[in-house]
């Protein structure tokens, strides 16, 4: 008999970062499109996606859900920063709907359904595989009126028998066809716009295709390490990317664990590319590139540089050292041959960034340090990670063979690790301290060029500086610096409030002044002599070239770019041509060490204050000032414009490029 009332089905997902605009929730998108392609629960269902920033308290979360009505099933999309919360909202569920259920999925629970039910007894069910086709079996059993206790029909999840045994009903295949998942984007099951008609979500997220072939010893990628690639049509991926284009859609992010590794990799370029120059945008990409670097890459990247795509591209290392390399699974890998790579990239003048893990069983203090010098010669933006033990990961499932001491996160449920058999307890809080500068200043792109002038015209190295500028603030007599020492202190023997000395060091008026002190009183005393007035120019640039974020008072004018919004600072005196001294030393060349003044006019995108307050480093960079030559390129205006006048004049009447915003 149909039902008379809808089924009311609540899908919750949080994103980890407390900043002003929301992160796409694709993964509850994906559940809800799958779940209304189906009729009879189209029909007998009123399915809500429950988005929510990082840094939502418990009240707030469950006022908003439950305020105005309690669902009848309760989804989560779990991860380890909302482990606990969601597993406390599930608590106040049931104490308002007893016969409701409780949907666990993720990455984070997958396969852990005895732990998710021993700590949350409130839970129901845990999906343990991709959920596209498990939540609608799920969604039509409750419609059946089945118990929750009763789902041994139903593959891929594990659930509590009416005993409290924990059962696992077995692997699900894994889905062939991707097309048979319906678009979230495309069917309107994730809202893309706010009120006022603009895109609502900090990036767009897309998958172009799921599985990986590695089986890294760190990592579970989607639950799908070590398996087949299947990829999404064509079709699809560019319907999509003309549905963000439309949008003006800035940043396409692609939660791939392997882009350029398939030639369809070249198909989805070719289309973001086009639609770009149809409708301004997408302006970037950003994803985890392939690790083995194949012709497809390399024709990717070649492409990318032509059409002023921009991306940073990614060194995927996580270690320079031999035998941390065989426990991690990883020997085989051809990224392992960066160098050459790295030349490449830096030849054909293209941004990219390297991954570090500190804390990995084989890794010493020593060898770390020697790979993050090595590393850092050649490129200066390094994202240093502390050691994860994620759930399924052979790391996890071997801390007893490799020595690992782990303990549960503060706000969040990743086990760090504090020892292993080559790092002790106070090697770990030492190095704990490293990593935190290296991320907040390096990492995250405070300073960006100044790396690049230190080590090639100095004997100061990049960890040198690091460590310099960590001394430095503990011992320096200066109020400003009080908010740093005090989120550094958060990194010892844990995971670190990254977000608040970010977030301090670009919105702060107190900020810039502080890093100037410090070059001044600590860096400035180890340049030669000949070096410092070009050094301190350099580094002048970096700040210059911050965001804009509203730190330093009123901001600046802003103009349009082909639709984009930035803010513009015209005629900045330099007293050297910084942008061509950077190009000229990363090239390997010698810059002439003679003032030779100059004017630029720098351009930053708008809205960086969501970014500013991440740990996105993929994002930010995205919101650096850019020469007008830069931010032509990159608005696909057409090639060989030097300023904003010529630029306004190089295309028709009516595309107005650069013109003042209403």
């Not at 990986?212 to 064509?234: D, H, I, L, M, N």
């Not at 284009?245 to 398939?262: E, P, R, S, W, Y």
């Not at 340090?369 to 994620?390: E, F, H, N, Q, T």
């Not at 690091?466 to 320096?476: A, D, G, H, K």
């Amino acid at each position: 008999m149909p039902r008379t009332v809808k089924a009311a089905i609540s899908l919750v997902q949080q994103g980890v970062w407390d900043s002003p605009l929301e992160s796409m929730p694709l993964a509850m998108g994906y559940l809800k499109a799958s779940a209304l392609a189906d009729e009879r629960i189209q029909r007998e269902t009123d399915i809500t996606i429950h988005n929510y920033r990082g840094g939502r308290t418990l009240s707030s979360l469950a006022n908003d859900l439950f305020g105005q009505g309690v669902p009848d099933v309760l989804a989560f999309s779990v991860l380890g920063w909302n482990y606990r919360s969601f597993g406390a909202l599930a608590e106040t569920f049931k104490q308002l709907n007893p016969d409701g259920w409780v949907i666990f999925g993720g990455t984070h629970v997958a396969h852990q359904g005895e732990r998710a039910f021993r700590m949350f007894p409130e839970v129901d069910v845990v999906v343990d595989g991709e959920g596209e086709l498990v939540f609608p079996d799920v969604l039509r059993a409750y419609l059946d009126g089945v118990s929750p206790r009763d789902l041994g029909g139903i593959t891929g999840l594990t659930y509590l028998d009416p005993g409290g045994r924990v059962v696992s009903t077995g692997e699900r295949p894994r889905i062939t066809n991707l097309d048979d998942i319906p678009s979230p984007f495309l069917t309107g099951a994730v809202e893309l716009t706010d009120e006022s008609g603009r895109f609502r979500y900090d990036v767009a997220l897309m998958e172009t295709n799921r599985g990986c072939p590695y089986k890294c010893a760190f990592c579970y990628w989607g639950g799908a390490t070590g398996q087949k690639v299947r990829a999404f049509s064509r079709e699809r991926l560019r319907a999509e990317l003309e549905l963000f284009a439309k949008l003006q859609v800035h940043t396409i992010v692609l939660c791939d664990a392997n882009f350029g590794l398939l030639p369809g990799d070249v198909q989805f370029v070719e289309d973001l590319i086009e639609l770009r120059d149809q409708h301004g945008f997408p302006r970037a990409l950003e994803t985890s590139w392939a690790k083995n670097k194949s012709k497809t890459f390399y024709r990717i990247v070649r492409m990318m540089k032509d059409a002023g795509m921009r991306s940073s591209f990614t060194l995927a290392l996580q270690t320079l050292d031999e035998g941390t390399l065989d426990l991690m699974n990883r020997r085989n890998m051809k990224v392992n041959d960066w160098e050459d790579l790295v030349e490449w990239l830096t030849k054909e003048g293209l941004d990219c960034y390297a991954e570090l893990i500190w804390g990995a069983p084989g890794e010493t203090v020593e060898s770390f340090m020697a790979g993050y010098d090595r590393l850092s010669r050649k490129v200066s933006r390094i994202a240093c990670y502390p050691m994860l033990m994620l759930p399924n990961t052979d790391y996890a499932d071997k801390k007893e063979q490799h020595g690992i001491i782990s303990v549960r996160g503060d706000a969040d449920d990743f086990e760090y690790m504090l020892a292993n058999r080559t790092v002790s307890f106070a090697q770990n809080q030492r190095m704990a301290r490293f990593l935190y500068w290296a991320r907040v200043i390096a990492e995250m792109c405070v300073l960006r060029h100044t790396w690049v002038g230190l080590r090639e015209l100095t004997d100061v190295t990049q960890s040198q500086a690091l460590r310099n500028f960590e001394e430095w603030i503990e011992r320096v007599d200066e109020p400003a610096a009080e908010p740093l020492r005090a989120a550094m202190e958060s990194a010892i023997g844990g995971a670190g409030d990254l977000e608040t000395g970010i977030g301090w060091l670009y919105t702060d008026p107190g900020a810039k002044r502080l890093l100037r002190r410090w070059w001044d009183e600590s860096i400035r005393p180890l340049l030669p002599a000949d070096a410092v007035p070009l050094l301190d120019e350099i580094f002048r640039y970096d700040l210059l070239t911050q965001p804009i974020c509203g730190a330093d008072g009123a901001e600046p004018g802003r103009v349009s770019v082909r639709g984009g919004e930035y803010h513009l600072i015209e005629g900045v005196a330099l007293d050297y041509d910084v942008p061509a001294v950077i190009a000229t030393l990363r090239a390997g060349g010698r810059p002439d060490l003679k003032p030779a003044p100059t004017t630029v006019d720098l351009y930053y995108r708008t809205g960086a204050e969501s970014a500013v307050r991440s740990t996105n480093h993929e994002t930010i960079i995205h919101f650096m000032g850019m020469t007008t030559e830069e931010v032509m390129a990159n608005a696909a205006v057409a090639p060989g414009v030097t300023s904003a006048v010529n630029a306004k004049s190089a295309l028709a009447p009516d595309s107005d490029p650069v013109a003042p915003s209403r």
